[in-house]
């Protein structure tokens, strides 16, 4: 049996919400940002905020984001991103 702590997707989104809110202007809340809407799009992030995401994300969880998957369709909203994290630390 394993001794690694299970990372929770709960755990993980409650973390991305809190570094967005916290690192960039936003009109919204932890209870009103939007989880399946762009981030971009939103104009919560601008390309250099996406790239301090992911080395947010990087350094937070030890993993790799690939260029590949610099995409919206893995990293295109809050539950996106939630998603490739925990696919990644599985």
Do not use: R
Not at 7 to 23: A, W
Not at 55 to 67: K, L, M, R, V, Y
Not at 84 to 89: A, E, F, G, Q, V
Request: glycine letters at 2%.
């Amino acid at each position: 049996m394993s001794n690694e702590k299970k990372i929770l997707p709960q755990s993980i989104q409650e973390t991305i919400v809190s570094y967005i809110l916290e690192n960039h202007i936003s009109k919204y809340t932890a209870e009103t940002l939007p989880l399946d809407q762009s981030l971009f799009e939103l104009d919560i992030l601008d390309s250099m905020g996406i790239v301090e995401l992911i080395a947010f994300i990087e350094t937070n969880w030890s993993i790799a984001i690939e260029d590949k998957e610099i995409t919206t369709e893995e990293l295109g909203s809050i539950h996106k991103i939630v998603i490739l994290i925990n696919k990644k630390i599985s």
